[in-house]
């Protein structure tokens, strides 16, 4: 059964039918679904999946076949088939969008399948093109071994008797066959590379001395017939180039034998006579590394014995390096790889999964992570000398006996997870009315990316939702991206870089923002016009009282005469915080409102009250005007004054003279007062 979280069970009929079908919970009903491709039995499993909105199926039966049910289109599809056949026992487990597998069948076998890559989480498989369906019969053995070659290229025996050579180049992950060795490779079996003359050279086996050569450049094997080993070569047989003109070789086969062989000798004298023993019998899981002059040496023989030998002192010596951890003994087919800096990594063999890290600095062994697989017979391994070690496991326990793993080394450019978020502190950029763009030293890597996001705030307090930077364009490591959040005082970047692979990420190096600032204050208007309407068809003046309803004032425009201005490289004049009231000390920036247009019409007016007219300036970047000015005061009144209540004349009655004087009282007027009859 698999359940989607919400309302809907699904469920498969299993006993070697392909019945599937759906329960909905709130529904209590049953829907029947489009069959399985396959039929069902012990081992089957299914899983649902929310992001795509799919059911997972294994056939289960010992079988690989692995099935994606849509749902929302009812369909299946075919994918990569599981690693190996799941039988009883069996189980799957979605855990944040990858699929964890139990094989079953009283086995530790465990799986990962990345849903959104559609891949296995396994080894490289099938270099020698013997792998269908789970299952190998070209596995590795004793003799199996691995060298890094010319450029990014890899040659790889199998041993087991077998004499087929593949090689595998580590970008392309291509496997190409090449000619056949002259003998199966097996117990004693041992290849070197000749980085000088491009050539690998190759050891027989316990049952034939024989010494070969293998030229690159024209693929083809050549048996160095008057050079052939000194003495047999059997377990912990190695052999190691010293970067110029000499291979040392230690025969193994719990003997101290050490021995020279002169790449540019003569032919029948190329084999030097023995050098100094090693001080201790070399056998299972011996094996060599050539490093600045030195040659280190894992004794192995279920030993954990490290021993150094002084290329030009032509001496070994036990004490002045450090053996391997207490419990760390090397066993069949354990290894030494030389990582390409200070440190040398060795896997135990012996089926186990122990491995550790050597620092030729320091003299100190310390513990990595354990192989994903148990290194038995065959193991051998080799490194690229920068980030990777390719590593042959052989035929151990919970192994492909068929893989090529790979070890990242952690480095200051590998060994990462898939994917990692960066979020800068708050930058306050004091002042900024337009952002210009972003500019980020970034050295990209393989199968790598980075996107880029910005947040703002007016206040360092309330933050935008992040916004994806547009890239405008890249010069080497020099990339331009366009800053798409609303300009604001503060910002914040958030770097997004992934890694598809978990292995290479790119590296940020720096950003910079650039973006327009103004901190200087624009300055007022110094010109006003005051009109009685706005048609603007009679003056009025200041500091007086009218009854006009609406009056209007203007000024000129931003920048002209008489104008607000915001100098020279200044962000320009964004608008006007007019305020029209009757507070005499209100601040226009905190009580007016913005107006863009250089004329303002008064409205709503109460009749008998003195309004001011006050002006702030605002520019692109939100400077305000330093003064808060105030050019007009504005005195209405809109109310009829009342007539006078008495009338007396003097001279009273009738009279001669043609001269009267009338008083008039009990006028009156709410507002401006009587101003005459």
């Known amino acids: 059964m698999a359940y989607d979280g919400d309302n809907t069970i699904y469920v498969t009929q299993g006993n070697t039918r392909s019945g599937f079908a759906a329960y909905d919970i709130r529904g209590n009903n049953w829907t029947q679904l489009t069959n399985t491709p396959t039929l069902s039995y012990y081992g089957s499993q299914i899983e649902y999946d929310s992001t795509s909105n799919a059911v997972y199926f294994l056939e289960g039966w010992g079988k690989p076949f692995f099935y994606k049910y849509d749902i929302s289109t009812q369909t299946w599809s075919s994918l990569t088939d599981a690693p190996i056949g799941i039988s009883w026992g069996g189980s799957m487990k979605n855990v944040n969008g990858s699929l964890y597998v139990l094989r079953g069948a009283a086995t530790q076998s465990f799986y990962k399948y990345n849903i959104i890559k559609a891949s296995w989480l396994i080894p490289t498989v099938g270099l020698f093109d013997g792998w269908f369906r789970g299952s190998e019969y070209r596995t590795y053995g004793y003799g ?54 491009n050539k690998i050279y190759a050891t027989g086996s316990v049952y034939f001395r024989k010494f070969y050569q293998y030229d690159i450049a024209t693929d083809v094997w050549s048996e160095m017939s008057q050079d052939s080993p000194p003495l047999d070569s059997y377990n912990g047989s190695s052999m190691i180039f010293d970067g110029s003109r ?33 001080g201790f019998n070399m056998g299972y899981g011996a094996d060599l590394i050539y490093k600045d002059n030195y040659i280190y040496a894992l004794r192995g023989a279920n030993t954990n014995k490290f021993i150094r030998y002084d290329v030009t002192g032509a001496s070994w010596n036990d004490t002045i390096v450090a053996d391997l951890p207490t419990g760390a003994n090397i066993y069949n087919d354990g290894f030494l790889v030389d990582g390409g800096g200070d440190l040398l990594y060795a896997c135990r ?32 391994a080799a490194s690229n000398g920068t980030d990777k070690i390719f590593v042959i496991a052989g035929p151990g326990t919970n192994t492909f006996s068929n893989g090529l793993y790979t070890y990242v080394m952690s480095t200051s450019t590998s060994a990462f997870e898939e994917s990692g978020i960066y979020i800068s502190p708050s930058h306050d950029l004091t002042a900024t009315y337009r952002y210009a763009n972003m500019s980020v030293t970034y050295t990209s890597a ?118 607000a201005t ?109 101003g005459s009859y």
């Open 144 to 197: 199996a071994d691995i060298i890094k070659g010319d450029g990014d290229n890899f040659y790889i025996t199998r041993g087991n008797y077998d004499n087929l050579f593949v090689r595998y180049n580590s970008s392309t992950g291509t496997s190409t066959k090449m000619a056949d060795a002259p003998a199966g490779f097996y117990l004693g079996s041992e290849l070197v590379y000749d980085s000088v003359n």
């Open 246 to 278: 000499y291979i040392y070789w230690i025969r193994g086969s719990d003997t101290q034998s050490f021995y020279r062989y002169d790449t540019q000798g003569v032919a029948g004298s190329r084999w030097g006579a023995a050098l100094s023993n090693t």
């Open 349 to 380: 063999g012996g089926n186990q999964v122990g491995c550790c890290q050597y620092s030729i600095s320091g003299n100190t062994w310390t513990a990595i992570a354990n192989a994903p697989a148990q290194i038995y017979v065959g193991g051998s």
């Open 446 to 563: 393989t199968n790598s990316t980075l996107t880029v996001y910005t947040s703002s705030s007016s206040d360092n307090t309330t933050w935008s939702d992040y916004s994806e930077a547009s890239e405008v364009k890249n010069v080497g490591t020099t990339y331009t991206y366009k800053i798409n959040s609303t300009a604001n005082r503060y910002l914040k970047v958030k770097f997004a870089l992934t890694s598809s692979d978990g292995i290479y990420s790119g590296t940020i190096s720096d950003y910079i923002i650039y973006y327009y600032q103004d901190i200087n204050a624009p300055t007022n208007p110094t010109t006003l016009s005051s009109y009685s309407t706005a048609t603007q068809s009679a003056t009025i003046a200041t500091n007086t009282w009218y009854n006009y309803s609406a009056p209007n004032f203007d000024w000129p425009d931003a920048e002209a005469t008489g104008g």
């Open 566 to 674: 915001d100098g020279t490289g200044g962000s320009g004049i964004a608008g006007y915080y007019v305020y029209f009231g009757t507070d005499s000390t209100a601040d226009a920036s905190t009580s007016g409102t913005l107006t863009t247009a250089s004329t303002y019409t008064a409205s709503s007016l109460t009749s008998g009250s003195t309004y001011y007219l006050k002006i702030k300036t605002i520019d692109d970047d939100g400077n305000f005007s330093a003064s808060n000015w105030q050019p007009f005061i504005y005195k209405f009144d809109s109310d009829s004054p009342s007539n006078p209540v008495t009338i007396s004349v003097s001279p009273p009655g009738y009279t001669s003279v043609n001269d009267y004087d009338f008083t008039m009282k009990g006028a009156t007027d709410s507002a401006s007062l009587i």
